[in-house]
């Protein structure tokens, strides 16, 4: 299954860069799998859980002209992605709340 997370920001840097490098990102129960490789055009990470019964990855990358930050949630198995997505949405109303003005999240 695949869910989409959108959080829509405010003027600023990328959002996906402050993730990143957010020393408090274990402290949610998630960390970084992979990141972006120098000199491509267009930056991605992947966090992963590290608490029990979290499955699945959260794919994300930020778009600066729309000041996006567009999170893709993949389980496998029939995996339910409701507990990742809980700690995404916690981290970023709890790290992030200032610069965030909305947050959606679609189900594929």
Not at 48 to 70: K, V
Not at 80 to 104: A, E, F, N
Request: charged fraction near 30%.
């Amino acid at each position: 299954m695949q869910t989409v997370v959108q959080a829509f920001c405010s003027k600023g840097s990328s959002l996906r860069d402050r993730i990143v490098n957010d020393r408090k990102l274990d402290e949610f129960g998630l960390y970084v799998a992979k990141e972006k490789k120098k000199g491509r055009r267009h930056g991605w990470s992947k966090l992963h859980s590290n608490l029990e019964g979290r499955h699945g990855a959260i794919n994300f990358e930020w778009n600066a002209a729309t000041r996006m930050l567009i999170c893709r949630v993949v389980t496998r198995g029939g995996g339910k992605p409701h507990s990742i997505i809980g700690d995404l949405v916690d981290y970023l109303m709890s790290r992030c709340r200032k610069r965030i003005q909305l947050i959606t999240v679609f189900a594929k």
